[in-house]
């Protein structure tokens, strides 16, 4: 008798076409599902971390301009003096190159505005941002500026000071006296020898680096002076050995930095990605007498010593943006810096009206007020 088969023949005969279209079918909508779940996780994923790159950039942005802030007017706070113009030299550009700076802690340039002339305007700014330019020295000490107490027979002529204690080679100070042009030089030596221990010399040439020994260039000293003598009634600032003059300003999505008394002084680089817009006020106390409180906010710079006797903090906002561009409007039609208020502190409100473009970003606004100490501490 034969065996019967263990298998049937219809078993044997493999699977449809219909059941391969319809496993294609069930792996295909698989698929789609996995990809749209992917899509969506990646997008949100840009989101995110677009989104906690420009909140990084802006806090550090905010950190970075406040810090100098901080510092604005230290070893220049003195009213009797401010505003005036600097003039400098620099032996570093093109075998040497007058430029100027004006005397005072902090200048807000505003959006679209003419004056303040320093600083200068930036044709590749965002016209609708504010420029700021904060100076400060970097003395060990702040003492009152030393007083000039012997006549100069000329520009070049040392300086004879009341004290140079705090005084060392290549500090850079400031010559200063009522009615004059104010100019800035570098300390080339500081004589020890009885009948010169009052003495400032800067000189063209080399000076001592009080830390290393070293023979160093001076920077700042043009042989012949810069064109100003000064009397007895000048007065002799030292800003230190590395001094400040920084400029901020907003170009093309990126916070930029202008260091004008460094090696890189003619260019402004970027610092900060994502940040589209920064305004600045001064905050000042108009009151009579002065009461020491805040009572206006507005970005008028100051012309004279009274003007700047009323600063005393500064108020800035940056607003940093998302680099993910979303397929629907996630931003509002416009975004608010601050309030206006009509109670003091009285202020008008400062408000940027966004494209249909511009809505496709996420944004977010960076503000604080910022006292300017070294006003508030001026002799």
């Not at 904060?134 to 012997?150: D, F, H, K």
């Not at 140079?164 to 009522?178: C, Q, S, T």
């Amino acid at each position: 008798m034969r065996a019967k088969p263990c298998f049937s023949l219809k078993a044997a005969l493999g699977m449809s076409l219909v059941e391969l279209m319809v496993a294609a079918l069930i792996g295909l909508i698989g698929s789609v599902v996995i990809f749209q779940v992917f899509a969506v996780f990646e997008g949100q994923k840009r989101t995110t971390t677009s989104g906690g790159d420009a909140q990084t950039n802006g806090a550090l942005a905010l950190f970075t301009v406040e810090r100098d802030l901080r510092m604005a007017g230290y070893g220049i706070n003195n009213l009797d003096f401010l505003g005036c113009t600097i003039r400098g030299w620099d032996e570093q550009t093109g075998g040497g190159t007058a430029f100027t700076l004006t005397l005072v802690p902090v200048v807000i340039k505003p959006s679209g505005a003419a004056a303040p002339t320093d600083p200068p305007a930036d044709p590749l700014a965002d016209p609708d941002s504010d420029m700021i330019a904060v100076t400060y020295g970097t003395g060990e000490l702040l003492p009152n500026p030393a007083s000039i107490t012997q006549n100069m027979p000329s520009p070049s002529s040392d300086f004879k000071v009341n004290n140079r204690y705090g005084f060392k080679e290549g500090d850079l100070v400031i010559a200063a006296e009522p009615g004059k042009d104010c100019t800035l030089a570098q300390v080339s030596t500081l004589p020890g020898t009885p009948g010169q221990t009052d003495n400032v010399i800067h000189n063209s040439g080399n000076y001592t680096d009080p830390n290393s020994g070293a023979q160093v260039a001076t920077r700042y000293n043009k042989p012949a002076g810069l064109g100003v003598s000064y009397g007895t009634n000048g007065k002799l600032f030292n800003l230190g050995a590395l001094p400040s003059s920084n400029v901020y300003s907003v170009r093309s999505g990126q916070l930029m930095l202008q260091q004008r008394l460094s090696a890189a002084s003619t260019a402004a680089t970027p610092i900060y990605d994502g940040i589209v817009k920064m305004r600045a006020q001064y905050g000042k106390d108009t009151s009579v007498p002065a009461d020491g409180i805040v009572d206006v906010f507005d970005d008028v710079t100051p012309v004279n010593a009274a003007g700047w006797a009323q600063v005393l903090v500064m108020r800035i906002a940056i607003v940093a943006r998302s680099s993910q561009y979303e397929k629907g409007e996630v931003a509002p039609p416009a975004i608010t810096l601050w309030e206006a208020s009509a109670a003091a502190p009285v202020t008008a409100g400062e408000t940027w009206a966004l494209t249909a473009d511009e809505r496709h970003y996420r944004y977010k606004v960076f503000q604080t007020v910022v006292p300017i100490r070294n006003m508030i501490w001026k002799p």
